[in-house]
Structure formats: structure tokens, C-alpha cells
């Protein structure tokens, strides 16, 4: 699956939000340049962690350290390989162009939605 036909991303950080995107079965590519002294990968995943469990979402974290990412999924409802990998493709394409990820609103207005 190419990188051009994953979904326009969206920047997702509130944990509560990860949260409910995973329980709908989408999954998450958190940047790790994202991190901040107020966002460090370790808080925000147990963050996400406490947010999963008050939805009774299982959480997978997969973190890819040659490329700086981490993809969180839901266990019960799992990407195929090709979905994860357009996912990791298309973050790297933006992260190489220096594209700035609107919110999720303004995305999807973007979009039509």
C-alpha cells in the first residue's frame, strides 16, 4: 500500500483522545520530535496507557528506534502490516517535507468532512 493512499493525517496528542481514536480501530504514529519537557514519550504512553484502560482498550506499542517513531494500536481490532507500514511511510514523507499537521478539525475540514 503506497503512502499516498493512507488518510490525510492529523496531528492526535491528548492521551484521552489516542485513547478513543484506538477504540474506534484506528491507530496512532507519534513522532518523537514531538517531545517536549511537558510530552516525553514514557509519560505520554503511560498517559495513554490510563486513558486505554478506562475504555477497556488494549494497547500494543511498537516503537521503531532507527526511525523515531512509535505506533500505538489497539490489540483487539490490529492494522495489517501494509496499513502500519502506509502509515510509517507517509509520517516519514511529512516529517521529510517539513509538513506541519493541522489538528484533527481543521484537517477534516480540509478534507470535506
Not at 518523537?32 to 482498550?57: K, M, P, T, Y
Not at 502509515?87 to 521529510?96: A, F, T
Request: charged share 25%.
Amino acid at each position: 500500500m503506497p503512502a499516498d493512499s493512507v488518510a490525510e493525517p492529523y496531528r492526535v496528542h491528548d492521551p484521552t483522545e489516542v485513547a478513543q481514536k484506538l477504540a474506534l480501530g484506528a491507530w496512532v504514529v507519534f513522532r518523537h520530535e514531538f517531545q517536549n519537557d511537558g510530552c516525553d514519550l514514557v509519560s505520554w504512553l503511560e498517559a495513554v496507557r490510563a486513558a486505554c484502560a478506562g475504555l477497556d482498550v488494549v494497547e500494543e506499542v511498537i516503537t521503531i528506534f532507527p526511525k523515531d517513531l512509535t505506533v500505538v494500536i489497539n490489540a483487539e481490532i490490529v492494522p495489517t502490516a501494509e496499513q502500519v507500514q502506509a502509515s510509517v511511510s507517509r509520517v516519514e514523507l511529512d516529517r521529510w517535507t517539513e509538513r506541519n499537521l493541522p489538528p484533527e478539525l481543521p484537517a477534516r475540514a480540509a478534507r470535506g468532512q
